[in-house]
């Protein structure tokens, strides 16, 4: 295929937990099996984000001093660029902690709440009194109807993908959807957003969030492949976008051997 | 003092009854539960065990404490007249520490040591340093587990820093090429002495946030010229100073792989040197140390006239698997197991196989790859994201026992195979060859 994509992760020193990177190499090794050209940068603390520049957004979880010192910068250097374009239907994903990060507000290991970035109107809470443990283990969540039927039209030829999602969870932090956010999928296996409601993960225009490392995008190619077909939709909105079929053997493998495990 | 040394008396008569009794009713070698009632009930006994022993070493950190702590007593051993108290590997918190000291006092709470080298786990550190008094501490490296969300490691560098703290007289080694190690006696009055890899090797190491330069006119040692040998022993060079003293070790050699273990042989050699050893004694004691469970050792197949080796290397983090694969790259036909499991004792979350560096098998000559354990799946396709170019398919077989015959075919008599397992997957794969060992 003869395009292009950027994508930018953000703050890679800092926010680095649970394997994040695995999700970074799946979408540049992907890209390139496509034949795609693809670019990946990073954008860390000091460096202002440039808008129009990003294709896809990255950006994982990390420690609270961490996560602290990159809430001060996203605010002075990269909120308004970063938030025009996912606004203009830009790919951002957030994994765990990044996931928090992006929301209103978001929790630090001490129990206190924080505010975060506020690019998708999530909250986070500290677990209330019904909540009796961190949220831990693995998790398997089945993809909302609108999403799997949406990444069935992105290929070229017609591919059998899972329904489901597969990953890892590990937060305290009880999240919450607000209004016009839609949940990614429905809990199967596992808590997902919070230990109450049945959902994992969030979608606002093109923003992805979720609770599952393992890491999140090398057992569930179609989902990497969803964000790189969605990317590439905004990128060239006159092109008929049709994704090649990879051969997925090991990725599917090792997706439906955690689904039939951990369900 | 010398009225704790008195009432020592009853209280070791009692732990020793007791680990009597447990043993003679069939309940274990009853060594935990002495070391948990005295430690709870007579909190003094500690102080009173350890004061008898004139030179104490505490070494903690993350990775290598073990190892340190073998290699160390292995060269203090060298020197006549000396008997080295060690605890146990893994007994390494109060009780464990308390539990050992009782065992090995006589029934008057006597202590006959010269030295002990105790491994203390790293939150231990602060709670006991004023117990125990140690003249010397030692930090190997401090890494961050795969579990750590919430700045555990944060909490864990301010633990080791409050125990140096409340050890003033205490001279410090440290790592001095990890950030977190080589900042810990800023600001404390400690004698510090750090010991490092030459840059060129330092930076293959994955240390949290930048590698440390130390400064010229610090006090310590530094590796070089390090070499890693067919065999998997591993050559290099000291130099560095000590005390305003220059060191120069043109060889020295260490029958474990790899550069975790040249840090803790200059951990062993740095110490040593403090304790007024001289260097070829402390050389010629490294050499006797010999790799412990997991770490380098090797188990053989045999049947018939077939024979195949299986060399042993732990992976329990990204640094630990990152370095294993560093060390493999020189390896001429590589045939590989990965056997990895999600079990508690492994991480139940496999990301952190994505935090580890399995690009540097790009660099090697590999054979052939088998992927087993409950996660061998997950390690396979970490596998084919990591290669350029694959030796084909890589097959995974969850199942140990499968997977470690269908290596012992694959192999040819006399072939090293190289079995990188998580925590229960070694467990179960040295339970499989214990089997297995003796089939003709
Ligand atoms: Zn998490």
Redesign the interface.
Known sequence: MPYALTITHLYPDHL???????NL??LR?RCQWMGLDCTVNSLTLGEPARRGTTDIYFMG?G???DQMAVVNDFHQLKRDAIQADTEAGAVFLGV??GYQLMGNTFL??NGEVTQGLGIIDVSTQAPGADVKQRC???LVAELTDAIYADMQTLYATPKDIPRTLVG?E??SGQTYLGKGVEPLARTIAGFGNNATAEYEGARYKNIFGSYM???LL??NPHFADYLIGLALRRRYPEAAIALPVLPD???L??HS?AVQ?YR | MAMNQLLLIPIVAFAKLLTLVLRLSGRGSGTALPGYLVGRYFPFALEALVSQIPTVVAITGTNGKTTSQTMLSAVISQVPGVNVLRNKAGANLSQGILSELLKQSNTWGHLDFTHAVLEIEEATLPRIATLIKPNIIAVTNLYRD??????E??RTEKLIRDGIAQCPAAAVVVNGDDPRTARLTQGLGNATYFVSLAPEYARFLPYEGKLNRRAANSQGLEATQIQINEDLTTDFAIHGQMNGTAVQIPQARTVSPGFFHVYNALTAIAIANLLGIDETTAIAGLQTFKPAFGRGETLIRQQGDKQVNYRLLLVKNPASFSLSLELLRNIPNLKLLLAINDNTADG????????SELERLNQAQIAWILCTG?RA??M???L???LDQPPG??P?EESIRQALDLSFQQAQSGDTVFVLPTYTAMLEFRKLMGKTLAVV
Request: net charge negative; with cysteine; charged share 25%.
């Open positions: 680095n937990l649970y394997g994040d990177l695995g190499i799946v090794c979880g420690q609270d001093t765990c902690g630090m290991g831990i283990g693995n890892f590990n937060h490392h393992g890491s090398p057992k053997t090991e990725e493998a090792a051997y495990r | 795969q579990l750590d969300a919430y700045g490691i944060d139940r979350d496999v990301s952190w196989l994505w935090d409950i799946k997950d396979a396709v970490r084919k994201y990591a398919p890589i995974a």
